[in-house]
């Protein structure tokens, strides 16, 4: 060939070299119409699992098939779950705009999710970032988008352990250095100086609940409390955020709480430090440490769990709510000479108007 054309044997060699690895065009267009069935697939695949889950057919009337699609909405794209029923996505997205506000269901969806997440981002120690977070999710039998997952964490305040290490090596060696700061000094000289907090659990119609609580040392009175179906970090971590949105204190928090795992987990006690909040811990195995809290839980069970009986987990927290509302208001405390938390604070703003 060399002779053939007169090119140099060093030229052949090289353009061989160069254009060896060029597939046939039409290895290309098998490869693309592989893809093209591949995808088809995938997405027949997840209709016919929206068609299982679902409680009606195509004919069925609008409104029940908007109802159905509700029900599986965050855990399949919309445009599968339109053209599994054949409804028009802007009818769709216009039917969860209008029930958002509402739905507690969805509000529900977006809670366990949240959950999972931290239980996923917790077992990972922190290194799990949104993708691997939704691997695991869809191991585990969840059906959602990475842009949901990364919604939520923003939520939550997590990230990926890996994606920031050098701050958040400065965090985890503050992590380390925690220790009892409060030493059961229970009376303390102002609001939003001390919180203490814990968690107690009760049981309604053959299920246990959860129900974490927080109260400022200066008056015992309770600023925030959540209830949940499961013991998480999800549940501290609303309890404390619902804290701060009612007192928004300006001055130094101690924080102070038992060693268990949700009080302890990483992104917790990340948050703290981000509020530059002083963590406290009660010694393993002392209760007496946080025994403001023991207390507050005792009196708690006995006048309003123990001897009230409950039609339904909502006529529960509607009654926990009228006892928190009066343990405040009304309960008189003997740590504030007998008046109740709402009085003491009221008396404290008194002699301190400009505080």
Same mark, same amino acid.
């Given at each position: ?24 065009? @039409? ?56 053209? &599994? ?13 209008? @029930? ?112 974490? &609580? ?9 600023? #925030?409390?959540?209830?949940? #179906? ?90 926990? #709510? ?13 740590? @504030?000479?007998?008046?109740?938390? @709402?009085?003491?604070?009221? &008396? ?8």
């Amino acid at each position: 060939m060399t002779k053939k054309y007169n090119v140099p044997r060093s030229t052949l060699y090289s353009w061989i070299d160069r254009y060896r690895d060029i597939p046939d065009a @039409n290895d290309i267009t098998v490869k693309k119409t592989l893809d093209n069935y591949k995808r088809k697939y995938e997405k027949e695949k997840q209709i016919l699992e929206v068609l299982k889950l679902v409680e009606c057919t195509r004919k069925a009337p609008l409104k029940t098939k908007l109802y159905e699609l509700e029900k599986l909405y965050g855990q399949f794209s919309v445009r599968i779950l339109c053209e &599994a029923l054949d409804v028009d996505r802007g009818t769709f997205y216009n039917h969860i705009k209008r @029930n958002k506000k509402t739905d507690t269901s969805y509000a529900k969806r977006r809670e366990e999710l949240s959950v999972a997440i931290q239980e996923i981002y917790e077992e990972s120690h922190g290194l799990f970032g949104s993708d691997k977070i939704l691997s695991v999710l869809n191991e585990k039998g969840y059906h959602t988008s990475k842009k949901t997952v990364r919604e939520l964490m923003n939520e939550m305040g997590i990230h990926s352990f890996r994606s920031r290490a050098k701050k958040d090596y400065k965090i985890w060696k503050k992590l380390h250095e925690t220790k009892n700061v409060l030493q059961r000094e229970f009376t303390v000289d102002k609001p939003n100086s001390v919180w203490v907090s814990d968690c107690t659990q009760f049981s309604l119609f053959k299920k246990t609940y959860h129900l974490c &609580a927080i109260l400022d040392l200066f008056s015992r009175k309770i600023i #925030a409390y959540k209830i949940s #179906a499961r013991l998480s970090t999800q549940l501290i971590t609303s309890t404390f955020k619902m804290a701060l949105e009612i007192r928004k204190p300006e001055g130094h928090l101690v924080f102070h709480s038992d060693r268990g795992c949700q009080y302890t987990s990483y992104s917790f006690r990340k948050l703290l430090i981000e509020k530059n909040v002083t963590q406290s811990f009660s010694k393993p195995g002392t209760p007496y440490d946080n025994g403001v809290m023991e207390s507050f839980f005792s009196s708690f069970k006995q006048e309003e769990i123990y001897r009230t009986s409950y039609r339904s987990l909502e006529d529960c927290k509607t009654h926990i #709510a009228d006892y928190m509302q009066f343990y405040n208001e009304k309960r008189p405390h003997r740590a @504030n000479n007998y008046k109740s938390p @709402n009085q003491t604070e009221e &008396a404290y703003y008194k002699k301190n108007p400009t505080v």
